[in-house]
């Protein structure tokens, strides 16, 4: 089975920096995805990025990108120009590519800080 | 309007009662999931369905049954429940296919005393 790591449970930034969240996986898949979702106050699920094992280049959602090392299994999220809107609950996520297994399995998440 | 909506949005009820949690979307997808989210756990899988007549257990199934009435909704079930229950419950849907992500409701927080 797989399971994700995020081994911060809190971070905090001043507004207008750049934050690193991160987070680790395990698996003996070759092919997955993963995803980085948000979840302010407001409790809604929110998708930032996403990004396909098999594609080397690192997504990128305007101020929102990803650092992904397959070899290493980690997966970190990156925020530039920090927001005070960016306040929010991060989980890191992964799915199986194997058809009919498209499950997400979560990690405990990161609590994000935004100092104005 | 929501594409997947949830009712109710809060709960509050006693040990022992039944509960149903409803879930409907209008963004065609076949395949939905029902998460339980508890403080410090993130959120973990009850059940899943790929289409009107498929429905599989999830890591944290025991305790919950659900029921996929339409393709457009999934409801979730409490047959008795217990306090261990409290938590923040949310329905997912996506699109069949390579890299489709998940969309969620707002999901029912549900308390039980």
């Known amino acids: 089975a797989q399971t994700v790591t995020q081994s911060q449970p809190e971070m905090s930034v001043q507004e207008a920096e750049t934050v690193t969240l991160s987070c680790t996986y395990d698996t003996s898949e070759s092919d997955y995805y993963l995803f980085w979702y948000k979840q302010p106050p407001s409790r809604q699920m929110i998708l930032v990025i996403r990004?396909?094992?098999?594609?080397?280049q690192n997504a990128t959602e305007n101020r929102f990108s990803v650092n992904f090392q397959k070899a290493a299994k980690s997966f970190s999220l990156k925020i530039s120009d920090s927001q005070l809107g960016d306040a929010a609950m991060y989980f890191c996520a992964y799915r199986s590519a194997v058809f009919g297994n498209e499950k997400l399995t979560f990690g405990t998440g990161t609590r994000l800080t935004i100092i104005p | 309007d929501a594409d997947v909506t949830q009712t109710p949005r809060n709960r509050i009820t006693k040990t022992g009662k039944r509960i149903m949690l409803e879930c409907s979307q209008t963004k065609g997808h076949d395949r939905m999931y029902w998460y339980r989210q508890d403080p410090g756990l993130g959120l973990r899988l009850i059940y899943y369905s790929f289409d009107v007549k498929d429905i599989n257990k999830g890591e944290i199934s025991d305790g919950y049954s659900v029921s996929r009435q339409a393709q457009a909704k999934f409801s979730l079930s409490l047959e008795s429940a217990i306090p261990n229950q409290t938590a923040l419950y949310f329905c997912?849907?996506?699109?069949?296919?390579?890299?489709?992500?998940?969309?969620f409701g707002d999901g029912t927080r549900l308390s039980i005393l």
């Open positions: 997912a849907t996506s699109a069949t296919g390579r890299n489709q992500p998940q969309h």
């Open positions: 990004q396909e094992a098999y594609k080397q």
